[in-house]
T-cell receptor, first 116, second 120 residues
Framework: GENVEQHPSTLSVQEGDSAVIKCTYSDSASNYFPWYKQELGKRPQLIIDIRSNVGEKKDQRIAVTLNKTAKHFSLHITETQPEDSAVYFCAASPNAGGTSYGKLTFGQGTILTVHP | EADIYQTPRYLVIGTGKKITLECSQTMGHDKMYWYQQDPGMELHLIHYSYGVNSTEKGDLSSESTVSRIRTEHFPLTLESARPSHTSQYLC???????????????????FGPGTRLTVL
C-alpha cells in the first residue's frame, strides 16, 4: 500500500519568514495530494491540493509543488503569521478503482509554530 | 447546513464497558471513514465504507467494529473498552470526483469535530 513520509516533524519560524514542509510517497499510482491544517482542538481542514497533472498550485500565501518523477511534494507558506501555527498533514490518494478508491494515506504531521 | 456530526464529543468510561461513537453526515457523501488520532499526531485510518452495507478495515488494526445501514450514519463500536483505546476518534466523509478537464481524482475529505475517549 501507499506510504507517505513527512518532514520535519516540528518547524519553528519567525513571523514573516517562509515555511516549507516536504512529503514523499511510495505508490506511483497516487494522483491526488491534499494538505490539511489542524488547529489545536479543531478538526483537520483542507487548505490546498494538487493533482498529478499539475506541477505547482498557489493560493495567496500558500503553494504546493509536485515532482511525480521523484515522488515528492511540498507545501510552501510565505509571510507566515501567528495564525498559521497549527499541525499540517500531507496526504496521497491512490488511483481510482478497486478498494483503495477514495482512501487518503496521511503523513505523520508537522507542528508549525510561528513566533510573533 | 451540510456538516458532519459526532457524539459524544468527550467520553470517560471504565474498562470493560461497551461504547458506541456516533457519526452522522448531511453532506450526501457515499464514502465515510474513521480515524484514530493521538493529540497532534498522525491520522490512522481504522475503518472505511464506500456505501450502505459496505465496510472495510483500515490500515491500523483496531478492535472496534463499524456498521453502515444508512448512508448518513456510520457508528463505531467498542465491545469492551480498554485503557489502550484512549485516543481521539475522527469521522470523515468524501465524494471523490474525477477532475474535468484537468483530470485526476479530487477527494477532499471533510472531518467531524471528533470524540475524545478516555478509558480508565
Amino acid at each position: 500500500g501507499e506510504n507517505v513520509e513527512q518532514h520535519p516533524s516540528t518547524l519553528s519560524v519567525q513571523e514573516g519568514d517562509s515555511a516549507v514542509i516536504k512529503c514523499t510517497y511510495s505508490d506511483s499510482a497516487s494522483n491526488y495530494f491534499p494538505w490539511y491544517k489542524q488547529e489545536l482542538g479543531k478538526r483537520p481542514q483542507l487548505i490546498i491540493d494538487i493533482r498529478s497533472n499539475v506541477g505547482e498550485k498557489k493560493d495567496q500565501r500558500i503553494a504546493v509543488t509536485l515532482n511525480k518523477t521523484a515522488k515528492h511534494f511540498s507545501l510552501h507558506i510565505t509571510e507566515t503569521q501567528p495564525e498559521d501555527s497549527a499541525v499540517y498533514f500531507c496526504a496521497a490518494s491512490p488511483n481510482a478503482g478497486g478498494t483503495s478508491y477514495g482512501k487518503l494515506t496521511f503523513g505523520q504531521g508537522t507542528i508549525l509554530t510561528v513566533h510573533p | 447546513e451540510a456538516d458532519i456530526y459526532q457524539t459524544p464529543r468527550y467520553l470517560v468510561i471504565g474498562t470493560g464497558k461497551k461504547i458506541t461513537l456516533e457519526c452522522s453526515q448531511t453532506m450526501g457523501h457515499d464514502k465515510m471513514y474513521w480515524y484514530q488520532q493521538d493529540p497532534g499526531m498522525e491520522l490512522h485510518l481504522i475503518h472505511y465504507s464506500y456505501g450502505v452495507n459496505s465496510t472495510e478495515k483500515g490500515d491500523l488494526s483496531s478492535e472496534s467494529t463499524v456498521s453502515r445501514i444508512r448512508t448518513e450514519h456510520f457508528p463505531l463500536t467498542l465491545e469492551s473498552a480498554r485503557p489502550s483505546h484512549t485516543s481521539q476518534y475522527l469521522c470523515a466523509s468524501s465524494d471523490p470526483k474525477w477532475g474535468v478537464p484537468s483530470g485526476g481524482v479530487h477527494n477532499e475529505q471533510f472531518f467531524g469535530p471528533g470524540t475524545r475517549l478516555t478509558v480508565l
